[in-house]
């Protein structure tokens, strides 16, 4: 593991965009929540298709550069920079959401979908403003963070009626909070709950 790099109250990293932070949390929330109102099989198709749309969309700006400056020009308060040449985190979710409820259902994909959508802006928004050692750019109290309102948000779902508690739920958060800790080549939107839900589903299996 490499040496933390060091940074001070008075030298924190640059805060990530509010606005992309955002973004993330109202459209992978109602992603998710979205099937709640509707069944799984319709709510599958309709995600699948989403994405299918949402990779044409990409493959086509990528292909034609004035679309792709268009793209950025309306989104670029929502993009990274490194978006302009690769796929944007709302694709990769999008693909994330139907391939987690393809694998493991809907008991498993929605707190693991749910995690990343209020869990990683709070690790980001939080994480980014604590003083402290940093590891691959982030703060380790981002960890801490992404489990506490990720939990917080799934004990929203509960108190309506449409979860349950279990001790694999919160293996799942924690899993999922040191993972999107880690960097990793490909986006964490696409990984992330693919991880988490294998580690639920596994912890249910064992009774957990």
């Known amino acids: 593991m490499p040496a933390p790099s060091p940074a001070g109250p008075s030298d924190p990293p640059p805060a990530p965009p509010v606005g992309r932070r955002i973004f993330h949390l109202l459209a992978a929330s109602s992603t998710t929540l979205l099937s ?53 985190g709302a694709t990769w979710f999008l693909i994330a959401a139907f391939f987690t409820f393809f694998f493991y259902g809907p008991e498993v994909a929605l707190p ?12 980001a928004l939080i994480g980014s403003r604590l003083p402290g050692p940093r590891y691959w750019g982030k703060s380790p109290g981002g960890i801490i963070a992404f489990v506490a309102v990720a939990l917080a948000g799934w ?28 960097p990793a080549p490909v986006d964490d939107n696409l990984y992330v709950p693919l991880i988490g839900g294998a580690v639920m589903t596994l912890s249910l299996a064992l009774g957990l």
């Open 112 to 123: 693991c979908l749910l995690f990343v959508a209020v869990g990683d802006p709070a690790a």
């Open 36 to 88: 709640l109102a509707i069944p799984e099989h319709p709510y599958m198709l309709l995600i699948g298709a989403g994405a299918l749309f949402a990779l044409a969309m990409e493959a086509s700006r990528f292909r034609v550069g004035p679309l792709n400056r268009l793209f950025m020009l309306v989104f670029s308060r929502i993009l990274k920079d490194s978006e302009v040449s690769e796929i944007s």
């Open 155 to 182: 004990a929203i779902v509960c108190a309506t009626g449409f979860g349950s508690w279990s001790l694999a739920v919160v293996i799942a958060a924690v899993v999922a909070s040191l993972v999107e800790f880690v």
